[in-house]
């Protein structure tokens, strides 16, 4: 995790002056990132927290925005699916996108092993000091942040370097281009819904790909 922790830094610092510039209390700014932690959800709440949109549309967009931790959740349940309950939800909730990827790249056969779980929490622990602190930072700091540094456009490059991660096959990225293209044409909707008729033009191509053109994997029998 040590390669990948300057850029969750950034994020995080962005992350954390976006808050209160949207107009969050630092008091409110410090509990949603303690409490959400999850920076790509938070980002997308925000302008719609700004606009006063109904709270419906702030729960839909990041519960959308989010969905793909229903997709590490069922891979990491056949590593962890065996311990206690508050066990699986403390590891939940230090759940991220990174940390996901290189677990699997350490362990791809899909079963229990001693050596997982240290191996976590010794990545999340990084992981979360890596986000935490830059945004603790970025919120305290925020009023002193000159609005003409573009810390906004940091936040853009490191959601760009997230989403290359996981597109690792032919499905992902058609899904991400046809996402891409459905968000710049549905702008004009209010509210921000763009995303999430974007997340769910992509969902919706990715299951028919999937369905239809399945990736032709060689076989290791």
């Not at 700004?50 to 069922?74: E, Q, Y």
């Not at 991660?165 to 819904?193: E, F, I, Q």
């Amino acid at each position: 995790m040590m390669g990948i922790t300057l850029g969750i830094s950034a994020w995080g610092l962005v992350t954390g002056v976006a808050m209160v510039k949207s107009g969050l209390s630092v008091p409110l700014a410090l509990l949603m990132s303690l409490v959400v932690f999850a920076g790509s959800s938070q980002l997308a709440a925000l302008p719609l927290i700004a606009s006063g949109a109904p709270m419906w549309v702030l729960w839909a967009t990041a519960f959308c925005v989010n969905l793909r931790f229903i997709i590490f959740s069922v891979q990491w349940r056949m590593y962890f699916g065996h311990l206690p309950l508050l066990k699986r939800l403390t590891i939940g909730y230090f759940a991220a996108d990174l940390n996901y990827v290189a677990f699997l790249k350490r362990f791809p056969e899909g079963r229990p092993a001693p050596e997982q779980i240290p191996y976590y929490w010794g990545g999340v622990a990084l992981n979360w000091c890596a986000w935490q602190i830059p945004s603790v930072a970025g919120i305290l700091l925020a009023n002193h942040v000159p609005t003409q540094w573009g810390l906004g456009f940091a936040g853009v490059l490191a959601l760009l370097g997230l989403s290359y991660t996981l597109l690792n096959d032919r499905n992902a990225w058609v899904s991400a281009a046809v996402a891409g293209c459905a968000a710049v044409a549905a702008y004009g909707l209010p509210l921000r819904l763009n995303i999430l008729v974007a997340i769910a033009v992509a969902v919706t191509v990715g299951l028919l790909m999937e369905h239809w053109l399945p990736e032709r994997r060689a076989s290791h029998e």
